[in-house]
C-alpha cells in the first residue's frame, strides 16, 4: 500500500467515534439498541426534513428511493453520466431505464437543465439530480421542470450533507433524497412523505413485519424486500460526525478558498463552481479540470511521485465498460471532456495550510511537466454535427459525433 505525504481525504476518528463505537460494541445484539433510529431522528431534525430511514449504503438508499416511487420497466429516468456509477446503477435495479444527460460546462459540473429538458419524453418518470461533490445543482430550475412535466425528483446528495440551495439543505427540496457520510457510514433515504419513509422501512429489511427474525410472534413478509439495514456501529459512527459536520464542512469550505486563492494564476487549469450563486455548498471534492494539453496521466504520476494522491472524479458512467455495452452509441461531449480532464485535489478538514501550500506548488511544476503531451491533442476535437431522434432498444436521445 502507497504510503501518502497527503491522502485525498482523511476520516475524523477521534475519541468521541470511539467511544460511541465501543458503547454499541458492549451491547450483545448491536441492532436493538435504538442508535440507529437516534441518528435517523438527529439527522432528520438537522436537515429539517419529515423521515429519515437509515440503511447500509448510498447506493441502497437510492435504489429503495427509486423503488418506493413505484419506478418500473417501461419507466426513464434522467439521471447525469458525470457521478458515481451508483447514481445509473440503482435505477437499473428498478427495471428502468437511465437516461444520462449532459452537465452545465466545465465551471459547473452539474446536471444541465437545458439538456434535461430535451431528453423528457412520455416514458420519463424522474429524474435523480446529483450535487456533485458538495455543489448544489441548479434545483430551482430542475424543480421547475419536474412540476411542468410531473415528474419525481429524487436528489442525490451522497456527498453533499449540510450544503444549501435557497436556504434549504440539499435532500429537502426533491421528493426523496438520498445522503450519506464521509467514512463510508451508510446512507440515509430522506423524504417528507410518511407513506414513502413507512415503505422504505419495511423494504430494507426483506419486507418482513417489523418484529422480525428472531421474535417469538414470529413474522410475516408483505412486499419483495431487501436486507440493507444500517447497523448500529455505523448509526453511532454517523451521530458523532453529525455532531463536528458543520464544523467540519465550514472547515473545508475555508480550505477550498484557499485553494482557489493560490491556484488562481496557474497557467493550464480550471477551477469549477467558482460562482455559489448564493447557495451554501458543502465541498467534499475539491475538483480541477486541467487544460486540454496537459496529459492528465502524467500529471496524475508526477503527484503521486511526490507522495500526493489525487482522485477522478468521476469516469463518465457511459463510458464504464458495462454501460458501453448496452449504449454504445450514446456520446455526451461536455461530460466526457470533463471526465478526460477532471483531477480531485485532497481535501479534509484536518488538511494545513502548508498542506495546501506544497499541494499548489507541486501542482504548478507538474502542469509545466507535463504540457503539450495530452492524447487528447493528438486527435482532433470531434464536434456534435447531427442527432437521432431515439436510440434503438430503449428510447435514448444520442448525439452522433
Ligand atoms: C454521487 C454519489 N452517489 C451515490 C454514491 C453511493 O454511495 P455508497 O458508496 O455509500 O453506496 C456515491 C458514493 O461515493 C456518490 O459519490
Redesign the pocket.
Known amino acids: 500500500m502507497i504510503q501518502w505525504k497527503i491522502p485525498l481525504t482523511d476520516i475524523e476518528l477521534g475519541i468521541r467515534q470511539r467511544l460511541a463505537v465501543a458503547e454499541v460494541l458492549k451491547s450483545r445484539w448491536p441492532r436493538a439498541n435504538g442508535v440507529v433510529q437516534a441518528f435517523e431522528w438527529a439527522l432528520a431534525k438537522y436537515l429539517g426534513a419529515g423521515h429519515a430511514v437509515a440503511v447500509s449504503?448510498?447506493?441502497?438508499?437510492?435504489h429503495l428511493g427509486l423503488k418506493v416511487l413505484g419506478l418500473k420497466e417501461g419507466d426513464e429516468v434522467i439521471c447525469p453520466s458525470f457521478?458515481?456509477a451508483?447514481?445509473a446503477n440503482?435505477i437499473l435495479h428498478t427495471g428502468a431505464t437511465p437516461v444520462f444527460a449532459e452537465i452545465s460546462g466545465l465551471d459547473d459540473l452539474t446536471l444541465s437543465p437545458a439538456d434535461l429538458e430535451e431528453k423528457i419524453n412520455p416514458r420519463t418518470r424522474a429524474i435523480v439530480a446529483?450535487?456533485?461533490g458538495g455543489y448544489p445543482c441548479r434545483m430551482a430550475s430542475i424543480l421547475e421542470l419536474a412540476r411542468r412535466h410531473h415528474l419525481f425528483v429524487v436528489e442525490?446528495a451522497?456527498?453533499a450533507v449540510g450544503a444549501e440551495y435557497a436556504g434549504r439543505r440539499c435532500g429537502t427540496l426533491g421528493d426523496i433524497a438520498?445522503v450519506?457520510f464521509f467514512a463510508?457510514e451508510?446512507?440515509i433515504l430522506i423524504t417528507d412523505n410518511p407513506l414513502w419513509a413507512s415503505k422504505a422501512r419495511l423494504l430494507r429489511s426483506h419486507g418482513m413485519t417489523p418484529a422480525g427474525r428472531g421474535c417469538d410472534l414470529g413474522y410475516d413478509m408483505l412486499d419483495l424486500g431487501l436486507n440493507c439495514r444500517m447497523d448500529e456501529v455505523r448509526a453511532a459512527l454517523g451521530l458523532s460526525q453529525l455532531e463536528t459536520l458543520e464544523e467540519n464542512n465550514f472547515s473545508r469550505t475555508k480550505k477550498v478558498q484557499r485553494y482557489r486563492e493560490l491556484l488562481r494564476n496557474l497557467k493550464g487549469v480550471r477551477l469549477p463552481f467558482a460562482q455559489a450563486n448564493g447557495h451554501r455548498p458543502a465541498p467534499s471534492l475539491f475538483p480541477i479540470i486541467l487544460d486540454e494539453e496537459i496529459d492528465r496521466d502524467q500529471f496524475v504520476s508526477s503527484m503521486r511521485e511526490a507522495g500526493l494522491q489525487t482522485g477522478l472524479?468521476?469516469p463518465a458512467i457511459h463510458q464504464l465498460s458495462y454501460y458501453r455495452r448496452r449504449w454504445p452509441d450514446l456520446r455526451l461531449p461536455l461530460t466526457e471532456c470533463a471526465s478526460r480532464r477532471e483531477v480531485t485535489l485532497p481535501l479534509f478538514p484536518s488538511l494545513s495550510q502548508g498542506q495546501i501550500e506544497l499541494i499548489v506548488k507541486k501542482v504548478g511544476g507538474a502542469l509545466k511537466d507535463c504540457r503539450g503531451q495530452s492524447p487528447a491533442k493528438k486527435k482532433p476535437p470531434v464536434k456534435p454535427t447531427h442527432r437521432l431522434p431515439r436510440e434503438r432498444q430503449t428510447g435514448q436521445r444520442h448525439i452522433i459525433l
Open positions: 449504503s448510498g447506493a441502497a438508499a437510492l457521478s458515481f451508483a447514481t440503482a446529483v450535487h456533485y442525490d451522497a456527498q438520498c450519506g463510508d451508510g446512507g472524479h468521476y
